[in-house]
């Protein structure tokens, strides 16, 4: 994390994108362009995207086939077109827990280093900074957390 | 984001009943920080629950509750040794948080995998206008 802290359970995926920011940055706020990749099922299944690309705006997935409905939504939280957005995230993947979601996009070159970082804990805790350190559990955990992947 | 502040209680009660369930109860057991502090501590080896509650600025009743949460949510065993109370952690506990988080990587890899495709496809689209 930015700030050197270790606050809880967190998941980070790095990727270098072959792509400018503000391309990027509009595949994950434009409905049209997120219903073309968002969802985890492929080819037949009907998926549909809403979004609000303010702070305190929302969006939404639905993603529906014959035999089922899913949905995935949330509130954003910033929107810093094309740097950074953060958003919390609701859905199967999270139990229908609160998560929280932050996209970094740094220019490189005419690329794009891309950062997603998925935290499972509250934002209010987070944000107390009572970070007193995690010691050994974070040391386990590191171990499946930061394999970047380019 | 207040109703996570709340979360522990709610979900002791389902904490045994499912995968999920727990899962929920780890999370919302790691949301506070005297209870990660607690954890801290207890990551160094077993410790009384008198020791345990030393270092905290609250009543040893205020910590009871926090390592009762941590006790339903299955990430600390509490063992009675003569007049002792001895805590100490469950490190299996800590595989269904790592179990998150990979089933959240791959999630994540996968997803992104699907957007550098739509890029290509855009890019193609692009050129052949």
């Not at chain 1, 919390?88 to 950062?115: A, F, Q, Y």
Request: hydrophobic fraction near 40%; glycine fraction near 6%.
């Amino acid at each position: 994390m930015s700030n050197g802290e270790m606050t809880g359970p967190i998941v980070q995926v790095r990727r270098r994108v072959r792509a400018a920011p503000e391309q990027v940055f509009d595949l994950w706020t434009k409905p049209d362009l997120m219903a073309r990749w968002m969802s985890p099922f492929p080819g037949a299944v009907d998926c549909k995207a809403s979004a609000d690309p303010r702070e305190g705006g929302a969006f939404s997935l639905v993603m529906s086939s014959a035999e089922a409905n899913r949905e995935v939504s949330g509130v954003y939280v910033q929107v810093d077109r094309p740097r950074k957005l953060v958003f919390t995230w609701v859905g199967p993947l999270t139990n229908h827990v609160n998560t929280l979601v932050t996209l970094e996009l740094t220019p490189v070159g005419e690329e794009t280093d891309l950062v997603l970082t998925h935290e499972r804990l509250p934002t209010t805790a987070i944000h107390e900074g009572h970070t007193r350190g995690w010691g050994n559990i974070l040391d386990h955990l590191a171990e499946t957390i930061g394999k970047a992947a380019d | 984001m207040e109703a996570w502040a709340d979360g522990p209680r709610m979900h002791t009660q389902k904490s045994a009943t499912s995968q999920a369930g727990r899962l929920d109860a780890v999370f919302a057991a790691l949301a506070d920080p005297t209870r990660r502090a607690i954890l801290e501590r207890l990551s160094q080896g077993e410790a009384r629950v008198t020791d345990v509650a030393a270092p905290f600025a609250m009543s040893l009743n205020a910590v009871s509750k926090h390592i009762r949460v941590l006790e339903a949510s299955g990430m600390v065993a509490r063992q009675r040794r003569g007049r002792d109370h001895v805590l100490s952690i469950n490190p299996r506990s800590l595989d269904e948080v790592d179990g998150w988080i990979e089933r959240t990587r791959r999630y994540w890899e996968q997803r992104l995998d699907a957007m550098e495709r739509l890029l290509l496809d855009l890019e193609k689209d692009s050129k052949r206008v």
